[in-house]
T-cell receptor, first 113, second 116 residues
């Protein structure tokens, strides 16, 4: 049973435009949501997080939006750059003392020059 | 030093071999993790160590044996593996398991394991 889902396996965007990556979850007990970026042959790199009590968090070109009623979050990248091309994983933290992260299946973003 | 270092980067082993994967961090983190990632799948948690003690084992087969010799090192001992165990093994660390805030995991680059 997939608790964190990324329904778009891939996304292609023109350089300079907005990239929107989506993520849905089922467990209302998740207390933090994180986005990681992964290049081939490298480990995931942390991008941005949001607490379950917030609805928006912004860091430079990256903004994450959380809609708790819909159990949905999205990552906006503006403007998109070719170096942003990577696999993006949404991850949800199982609230409590374990700090267990549950990852979505990932979305491959390709930013075309 | 903000890195998690994993060795080896690549490992090929037979089903009767014994090998180990190693992970090191010098960020003063007190929680360390092993994740397994198969191709086109998300990373899946295997083990969590908190203050050098095993706190989570996600029902991992005993042919995988974790060890945390000290707060900076994490090993994964491999024995009698199966070809389906071939995957990317990711080590990560965080300040602790119960720290405040997002308590971000920092990942290493992974060890690519192939079992023949």
């Amino acid at each position: 049973d997939q608790q964190v889902k990324q329904n778009s396996p891939s996304l292609s965007v023109q350089e300079g435009r907005i990239s929107i990556l989506n993520c849905d979850y089922t467990n209302s007990m998740f207390d933090y949501f994180l986005w990681y970026k992964k290049y081939p042959a490298e480990g995931p790199t942390f991008l941005i997080s949001i607490s379950s009590i917030k609805d928006k968090n912004e860091d430079g070109r990256f903004t994450v939006f959380l809609n708790k009623s819909a159990k949905h979050l999205s990552l906006h990248i503006v403007p998109s750059q070719p170096g942003d091309s990577a696999v993006y994983f949404c991850a949800a933290r199982d609230g409590g003392a374990t700090n267990k992260l549950i990852f979505g299946t990932g979305t491959l973003l390709a930013v075309q020059p | 030093d903000t890195e998690v270092t994993q060795t080896p980067k690549h490992l090929v082993m037979g089903m009767t071999n014994k090998k180990s994967l190693k992970c090191e961090q010098h960020m003063g983190h007190r929680a360390m993790y092993w994740y397994k990632q198969k191709a086109k799948k998300p990373p899946e948690l295997m083990f969590v160590y908190s203050y050098e003690k095993l706190s989570i084992n996600e029902s991992v087969p005993s042919r995988f044996s974790p060890e945390c010799p000290n707060s900076s090192l994490l090993n994964l001992h491999l024995h009698a593996l199966q070809p389906e165990d071939s995957a990317l093994y990711l080590c990560a660390s965080s300040q602790a398991t119960a720290a405040s805030g997002a308590n971000v995991l920092t990942f290493g680059a992974g060890s690519r394991l192939t079992v023949l």
